[in-house]
């Protein structure tokens, strides 16, 4: 029975490792994908057993306990919204994703796991690039490609960007922008690395520029790949000399890309001409004025209950019952992150969702592997400065990309992994030997 009981718990593990790469290969461009690997690793999850170290190793683990605590705040809100229970609780549901850190965690327990799933992530953001490079080299239209269905109309046409078309597929651009800054930056990393694969990578690098700069027309795209450029220099660079040099040919770039490209300039004047078309003609019909607008409203919500928030759904609620002039678009968060747990959840959602962050970016500092270490802290940048213009834990894609960075950081950083992996090491010689 023993015989048994070790050569099954290893398979189990095994699956639910494919579905976690499953799950993270599609996250970026597939939903479907994405649902298959989540429900395959749900069922083995519950199939596992050993609930008891499980339960040990993520209450051991401060990155998955502070990851709990705003879970735990947004359903203690329940007992206090404004908001009917059925728009309570679809808020709820985008916070409970965060208790998934501590299950996955279990099946990334070693280096090779964790990278396996870090370039899972990285294949599954080429795919979805790979439609927009196709559109804007003119392949589609040479080849005949059939592709145009799966692009995204969220953002289109944008009116500020002068007929400016975006060519993002299966996703909208502001997940698309996210996605590939983050593919960037992995690529730059692991191009230092592994100088076998050092051409592609730079290759790859230099495709993720093209596509944000050139063939989108996302204005927190920008900042986010200026962001993984920079954060690429300073991690990865050692020398200050050298450091200082790349950080002044990075600034050069940025600055003669804004000169020199209308479609980049249009793309960040468009900010400032959107803000003060708000504030002076109170203009609420552009990316930027609905943000401000939203972030008015979300002040308000904070006013009224600084400590608690008003509790999950408040923000959705409060634009129905005010019949607000964007009651009927599909909107339930304030498109900024900070805000969105200010005004839902107070001050203690705003300290709790800073905290966890912080100390995951705390974490990542501590894990052993140059290329993990770099980007799980990368991806906690991204995330932290994406989340001013869009609540990007709210969001299903990205905020399933902060649990799994989480969970990596978790188990890249649990002593009782180490543990665990190290006996079963030693357990696969011994039998191995023994055969």
Not at 223 to 245: D, E, G
Not at 364 to 388: D, G, T
């Amino acid at each position: 029975m023993n015989l048994n009981t070790i050569a099954q718990k290893p398979n189990i593990e095994q699956v639910m490792l494919a579905c976690t790469g499953l799950m993270v290969f599609g996250m970026p461009w597939s939903s479907v994908l994405f649902r298959l690997g989540l429900y395959g690793f749900l069922c083995c999850f519950l199939l596992s057993g050993e609930w008891r170290k499980k339960l040990s190793v993520a209450c051991n683990s401060k990155v998955f306990l502070s990851a709990a605590a705003l879970s735990l705040l947004a359903v203690i809100s329940l007992s206090y919204t404004i908001a009917p229970m059925n728009l309570a609780w679809v808020d709820v549901s985008r916070y409970l994703k965060l208790l998934m850190v501590g299950a996955l965690m279990f099946v990334l327990d070693s280096r090779k796991k964790r990278l396996g799933i870090l370039f899972a992530l990285a294949a599954g953001m080429a795919i979805l690039m790979l439609p927009t490079i196709l559109d804007g080299s003119g392949m589609t239209t040479l080849f005949r490609l059939p592709i145009k269905q799966f692009a995204n109309q969220a953002y289109s046409i944008d009116h500020t960007s002068k007929g400016f078309a975006n060519l993002v597929y299966w996703r909208n651009q502001i997940a698309h922008g996210f996605f590939v800054s983050i593919l960037c930056f992995i690529c730059l990393c692991c191009a230092i690395e592994w100088k076998r694969y050092r051409f592609l990578l730079m290759l790859l690098a230099l495709i993720c520029v093209i596509d944000i700069v050139f063939f989108i027309y996302g204005r927190m795209a920008l900042l986010s790949l200026s962001t993984s450029l920079i954060l690429f220099a300073l991690l990865q660079i050692r020398s200050p000399r050298a450091r200082s040099l790349v950080l002044v040919c990075i600034s050069g770039f940025l600055i003669i890309t804004y000169f020199s490209l209308d479609v980049v300039k249009n793309r960040i004047e468009s900010i400032f001409s959107e803000t003060q078309a708000y504030y002076q003609k109170d203009d609420a019909s552009t990316s930027a004025g609905v943000r401000l607008h939203y972030w008015k409203i979300s002040l308000q919500l904070f006013n009224e209950s600084k400590l608690l928030g008003a509790g999950a759904g408040a923000f959705r609620h409060t634009l129905e019952m005010t019949q607000d002039q964007f009651s009927n678009e599909n909107h339930s968060h304030t498109h900024n992150e900070y805000l969105t747990a200010l005004s839902q959840y107070g001050l203690l959602g705003l300290v709790a969702l800073v905290s966890m962050l912080m100390l995951a970016y705390k974490h990542a500092r501590k894990v052993n592997n140059k290329v993990e270490r770099h980007c799980y802290q990368a991806i906690i940048v991204i995330f932290s400065l994406s989340s001013l213009t869009d609540s990007m834990l709210y969001n299903q894609d990205e905020g399933w990309t902060l649990v799994f960075v989480l969970a990596l950081i978790g188990a890249a950083t649990s002593k009782q992994l180490a543990t665990k992996n190290f006996h079963q090491e030693t357990s696969e010689t011994y039998q191995q030997l023994t055969i």
